[in-house]
């Protein structure tokens, strides 16, 4: 998709709607990502017990894939727009300033965050050291920061379909490193776990989790506060409706709960697995988890693999999170154009990426994001939702003129402080605000609006909504029948690609095999040395895969 097709401004057009296959992939790959090494780790230096993680993260990422097929997915395909053209529809052009700047920061800071962890892998091939403080201690990983975030800005610029083929082929591979990854370093954390030589059964394996993994070492930290991070991480995508960027383009909104794939398999299996790997890479080295950054854990478990992974999980998150942020900063001025901005944000960004510090308080940013964001979410539920059920009109600020919805802009800014407060306070921990917040947002900006003028009749609004019905109408019309020619024509695929595929197939086996073997006979070394080659085999097989089918 061309730049000038991003529909930044209008509804997506039905002939530009991707594929279930496109966003299964789009959300596996970027929820496997390189942030997952890092919070997988993070939750071993918390000190919080075994099965607080476990079954924490279950429910935690449960909630997560609700809120995205069940609020996200369905505003997002009905109305067709992105967050910030949706958001200035109701709340304005003044709000919608203040908001994009505030949105465009936060995610350039989480892509920096991105860029810097694939550069902790980039860094091991120069010999330079882990960076786990606040600043650069080697010149020389600010230029690795820089070149891996100009190959980052360059596929954000290419679009969300771009992104959507990038994930397409990594995502498989990217999951089995992390299921390969934890096969290779639980035996070590087996050997120093008293009294097991082996896992035998569950049992077994949750004393090796208890004792040798996540120590629980907090008691006022637990399954509470694991849950409730596992549904906060996401939470400017899915709660505050960031992911309307993305599902606007979705052709049914049952294509949020794809989001499983990135819950389930990244924010569930790989946090668990990468907490393995990190346990396991600071029993082997000798030294603490927090003094070793995701590059050293991937690659004393995967050797040449682990530096690649991590490379590709950065950018397979950091790339769509530019792409949102030039969105994001785009909607300041139509007239700049999405590209343009893209590029400057990438730059910024990746500048911002030569501190360290933007992934070493990662857990804690994610928080504060979900607060900031949060209540923005809250108005545009309750107006697309709320509002209609109990009498008010849609969009009243907009039919009265008015170039701030100051309902909404009051709102933002009231709970934006009151979270603040009571998280400074004490009075809540700062996982645990989101929920009230919304509920507080919510009733605070029904009141404001009902006597601002929402609950007034506007001839305009019989007008839209008859406008915006007919092309939701023509949007179903389309896609029904456009279904029934893709099922007649459907295109065959060439052979040369089908051949291809199953080689990538068989290079993910060999890949699992080598894991499941080196975690049998306790062999680090061999993976380590030879799990590149299949590896290759399938990233080249993989890509001549995807180009030759999607050429014909």
């Known amino acids: 998709m061309s730049t000038a097709e991003e529909f930044e401004t209008r509804p997506v057009s039905p002939e530009k709607l991707q594929s279930a296959k496109s966003f299964a992939a789009s959300y596996a790959g970027e929820h496997v990502a390189g942030t997952e090494f890092v919070i997988g780790a993070l939750f071993v230096s918390w000190g919080v017990g075994a099965t607080d ?14 809120t995205w097929g069940l609020v996200t997915a369905p505003i997002a ?53 882990d960076q786990v403080g606040y600043f650069p201690t080697d010149f020389r990983f600010v230029l690795v920061v820089l070149g891996v975030g100009a190959v980052v800005v360059y596929m954000a610029v290419k679009g969300f379909k771009k992104l959507a083929a990038f994930a397409e082929v990594c995502a498989p591979w990217m ?66 409706l960031g992911d309307m960027t993305l599902l606007r383009f979705a052709k049914s909104p049952k294509y949020g709960y794809f989001s499983a794939l990135g819950m389930f398999i990244g924010h569930y299996l790989a946090w668990i697995c990468a907490g393995i790997m ?48 030039g969105l994001a900063f785009s909607s300041l001025n139509h007239q700049w154009g999405r590209s343009k901005v893209t590029i400057i944000v990438g730059i ?15 857990l ?11 209540p923005v979410g809250a108005i545009i539920v309750t107006e697309h939702w709320i509002f209609p059920k109990i009498g008010f009109t849609r ?40 929920v009230p917040l919304w509920t507080f947002a919510t ?53 040369p690609a089908k051949v291809a595929k199953y080689f990538s197939w068989g290079a993910l086996l060999s890949c699992l095999y080598m894991g499941v073997m080196s975690y049998m006979n306790n062999d680090i070394d061999t993976i380590t040395t030879w799990l590149i080659v299949p590896t290759l085999f399938y990233f080249i097989t993989a890509t001549y895969a995807y180009l030759a089918q999607d050429t014909e």
């Open 443 to 495: 009733l605070l900006y029904i009141g404001l609006a009902s006597v601002m003028g929402a609950n007034d009749n506007y001839p305009e609004a019989a007008i839209a909504e008859k406008a915006e019905s007919d092309r939701q109408a023509k949007e179903r019309d389309y896609l029904s029948s456009n279904a029934v020619a893709a099922h007649i024509s459907k295109r065959s695929v060439p052979l």
């Open 395 to 434: 969009y009243w600020s907009l039919y009265k003129g008015n170039k701030t919805n100051k309902a909404a802009f009051i709102t933002w800014v009231v709970s934006m402080i009151g979270g603040i407060a009571v998280e400074t306070l004490g009075i809540l921990h700062l996982f645990f605000i989101l």
């Open 53 to 66: 993680v476990i079954i924490g993260l279950l429910f935690g990422n449960l909630l997560a894939v609700l």
């Open 175 to 240: 999951i089995l490193m992390f299921l390969v990854g934890a096969l290779v370093m639980l035996p070590t954390s087996v050997s120093t776990t008293g009294g097991i030589d082996s896992i035998n059964s569950f049992g077994d394996f949750m004393r090796v989790a208890n004792e040798s993994i996540w120590i629980k070492t907090q008691s006022d930290i637990g399954i509470l506060h694991v849950a409730a991070f596992a549904w906060v991480a996401n939470l400017a995508m899915h709660g505050s």
């Open 364 to 374: 804690g940013f994610v928080g504060y994001m979900g607060l900031l964001l949060a």
């Open 278 to 325: 990190g346990a396991g890479a600071a029993i082997l080295l000798k030294t603490s988890i927090t003094a070793i950054d995701p590059g050293s854990v991937a690659y004393q478990a995967l050797g040449a693999s682990g530096i690649l992974a991590v490379i590709i999980a950065g950018w397979t998150t950091s790339n769509p999170t530019i792409y949102r942020a």
């Open 77 to 129: 395909t009905d109305t067709r727009l992105t967050l910030y053209a949706y958001l200035e529809k109701i709340a304005g052009p003044g709000t919608i300033k203040l908001y994009s700047v505030v949105n465009g920061v936060l995610f350039c800071v989480l892509a920096g965050a991105m860029i810097t962890v694939s550069a902790s892998a980039v860094r091991i091939l120069f010999g330079i050291e």
């Open 348 to 362: 910024v960004t990746t500048i911002i990426a030569c501190s360290p510090f933007v992934f070493s308080g990662l």
